[in-house]
């Protein structure tokens, strides 16, 4: 009897390390993964993006849905301060990009590596998605009693522009590229003005805010042609989860107006970037090289862009001008 419990312990003690191991093996892959420098700037995307898009698409629905609840000061507030939270929550991780068109144009001037591009860029679709799918949970009896019941993309109880841009009745399609292209540079050149170092930057630690003030600005100001999406995430992950959720394939359709925000502001950003480093960028960084050796040839190679100081605790590198080397991310954003 004493041997028969004996050897029960021995064989339960037995079976206690090796199921231990076989836990800890799993379990050290994981640590090790999540660990992962692209696996942490993916979710860092992934969760600053849901962050500003839960506030912009939930200020849209309250415009579209609340009457008096809403307004379209609102809904630039909700996407201007969405981004500033957005850069809290994840700037100095992955620099909060939260927008393809300036990782596309941090990734062609050099300043960060392609490879990170399809990660930064899956984590921000996939973030924008699912705020899409929160939004739509929070808000379908509103929805449903605003339409009718009737998932529309165009008319009167119209709700798909909840989650994503429509070209109103007064643009032509071309007008409204033409329009993405120069709201997205005017983000671009700003937001190097204000993060770079070289230059007259913000105070220190107030970054994201300002950055929030530019979004809300430009919505202020220039929002009115196309909706200002300038930003594939922000137009392109919403516009697929309504085609899927009953919206149908009007909401690619109506007026062939979906590629034209995933298009137009990667090249409206990479302009806005050369024009930064034509009208400030290059002349600093020319007369900076000058007054130290007067002597050099004027044909010397001077860098496309300056150079600003690496990240900082807290603050986003929403720019595409950092001394990190080029595997280290860096740049902006918008709704």
């Avoid at 090790?32 to 995307?45: H, N, T, Y």
């Avoid at 062609?108 to 799918?133: I, N, T």
């Avoid at 798909?160 to 993405?180: C, V």
């Avoid at 202020?220 to 009953?246: E, K, Q």
């Amino acid at each position: 009897m004493v041997q028969s419990l004996a050897g029960g312990r021995r064989g339960m003690t037995w079976l206690s390390t090796r199921v231990s191991k076989m836990l800890s093996k799993p379990t050290a892959k994981v640590q090790v993964i999540w660990q992962s420098e692209l696996v942490r700037q993916f979710l860092a995307e992934f969760i600053s993006t849901y962050v500003m898009m839960v506030f912009g698409l939930g200020s849209v629905a309250h415009m579209v849905l609340g009457g008096k609840m809403g307004s379209y000061l609102g809904v630039n507030l909700g996407f201007g301060f969405g981004v500033t939270m957005g850069v809290y929550v994840a700037g100095n991780i992955s620099g909060a990009h939260m927008n393809a068109a300036l990782t596309f144009t941090s990734c062609a001037l050099g300043r960060m590596s392609w490879r990170r591009f399809p990660v930064y860029v899956l984590g921000q679709f996939l973030g924008s998605f699912m705020a899409a799918a929160t939004i739509y949970g929070l808000f379908y009896t509103a929805i449903i009693d605003f339409s009718g019941g009737k998932l529309t993309v165009t008319g009167p109880t119209a709700t798909a522009n909840i989650f994503a841009t429509y070209l109103p009745d007064h643009m032509t399609l071309w007008r409204g590229f033409l329009d993405e292209v120069a709201v997205t540079g005017m983000l671009q050149l700003c937001l190097l003005a204000i993060t770079e170092k070289g230059n007259n930057p913000t105070l220190a630690g107030t970054e994201a805010i300002v950055i929030g003030i530019l979004v809300v600005i430009i919505g202020v100001s220039l929002g009115m042609n196309s909706g200002y999406a300038i930003n594939p995430s922000r137009d392109l992950p919403p516009r697929f989860f309504t085609f899927l959720a009953g919206w149908g394939s009007q909401v690619f359709s109506a007026k062939d107006w979906w590629w034209v925000p995933v298009v137009a502001p990667p090249l409206g950003a990479y302009c806005g970037a050369m024009m930064y480093a034509i009208f400030i960028g290059f002349n600093k960084r020319q007369e900076s090289q000058v007054l130290e050796n007067p002597k050099m040839s004027e044909d010397h190679r001077i860098s496309v862009l300056p150079k600003t100081v690496s990240h900082q605790h807290g603050v986003s590198s929403l720019t595409p001008v950092s001394v990190y080397p080029e595997d280290r991310p860096s740049i902006l954003h918008h709704p």
